[in-house]
């Protein structure tokens, strides 16, 4: 037997272990905590939200991104609180 069909061979054998190995315990995890889309949906409108899709300059994104970093909160929080404050004004 030549050298690389040993190397072939071996490849084969790891490839097929590699096939039969399950889902790392990581991801699995991970996977069972985070909601799909139509769950998501579901949560976002018992609390009454609605998807509101806007087109923005990336300098403006980048600037609410860091505010929402430093205040700890999310962009969509952030997002309904400067809108808020700027209606009520």
Do not use: H, W
């Amino acid at each position: 037997m030549k050298k690389t069909d040993l190397y072939k061979n071996q490849g084969l054998k790891i490839a097929s272990q590699m096939k039969q190995a399950g889902t790392p315990a990581r991801f699995a995890e991970l996977s069972a905590t985070v909601p799909d889309r139509r769950e998501q949906r579901k949560l976002d409108q018992a609390q009454g939200l609605v998807p509101f899709a806007v087109k923005l300059n990336i300098e403006l994104v980048t600037q609410l991104n860091a505010l929402a970093k430093s205040r700890e909160m999310n962009i969509n929080e952030l997002t309904a609180e400067l809108l808020q404050a700027a209606l009520t004004q």
